[in-house]
T-cell receptor
Framework: AQSVTQPDIHITVSEGASLELRCNYS??????LFWYVQSPGQGLQLLLKYFSGDTLVQGIKGFEAEFKRSQSSFNLRKPSVHWSDAAEYFCAVAFGNQFYFGTGTSLTVIP | EAQVTQNPRYLITVTGKKLTVTCSQN?????MSWYRQDPGLGLRQIYYSMNVEVTDKGDVPEGYKVSRKEKRNFPLILESPSPNQTSLYFC?????????????FGDGTRLSIL
């Protein structure tokens, strides 16, 4: 069965520090990959997606992600975190017409 | 404004009392989907619909029903709710162009089944 793993349940970073959130997937072919962000009390907002082509994709709010086929990973990065980035982040994979989400990583940003 | 609207946002009810959570989108999207979000489990897909009158089961369909009679609406029906269906529910929609496109999410419906 397809699965998405986000090994870090919670991450704390200082404002201005760099950030990397990990995502691994289990899937036979190259999947369609997404990162979403969820602020408290709100729905999910798309940060970026990977379908094919360049394995480094740029998203909104200064985020980027790199697809590494050999590692079945799609890690999210940001060079300098802002206090407003505190939220929950979800990695998602699409297989056929179904979507599979990771369990999420909660990000705390300290001043 | 492009949006996915869910109602109600909050509901407390009792076991066995049928309820419906409505979902409506104004973007003329073909694909619509329901998810439930539980702590430590992330989001899990309940049902999805590729277009009017076309629905299919996701990962956790047991205890739920859906219908897609109009393109814009995709209600989630709990015919006999049970406490294990207490959760945060999200509706989402997207264009469907042969590939799974990013979805627009509603703001969620928090259900408590006593």
């Amino acid at each position: 069965a397809q699965s998405v793993t986000q090994p870090d349940i919670h991450i704390t970073v200082s404002e201005g520090a760099s950030l990397e959130l990990r995502c691994n997937y289990s899937y036979g072919a190259t999947p369609y990959l997404f990162w979403y962000v969820q602020s408290p009390g709100q729905g999910l907002q798309l940060l970026l997606k990977y379908f094919s082509g360049d394995t480094l994709v740029q998203g909104i709010k200064g985020f980027e992600a790199e697809f590494k086929r050999s590692q079945s990973s799609f890690n999210l990065r940001k060079p300098s975190v802002h206090w407003s980035d505190a939220a929950e982040y979800f990695c998602a994979v699409a297989f056929g017409n179904q979507f599979y989400f990771g369990t999420g990583t909660s990000l705390t940003v300290i001043p | 404004e492009a949006q996915v609207t869910q109602n109600p946002r909050y509901l407390i009810t009792v076991t066995g009392k049928k309820l419906t959570v409505t979902c409506s989108q104004n973007m003329n999207h073909e694909y619509m989907s329901w998810y439930r979000q539980d702590p430590g489990l992330g989001l899990r897909q309940i049902y999805y619909s590729m277009n009017v009158e076309v629905t299919d089961k996701g990962d956790v369909p047991e205890g739920y029903k859906v219908s897609r009679k109009e393109k814009r609406n995709f209600p989630l029906i709990l015919e006999s709710p049970s406490p294990n269906q207490t959760s945060l529910y999200f509706c989402a929609s997207s264009l469907s162009a042969g590939v799974p496109l990013p979805q627009h999410f509603g703001d969620g419906t928090r259900l408590s089944i006593l």
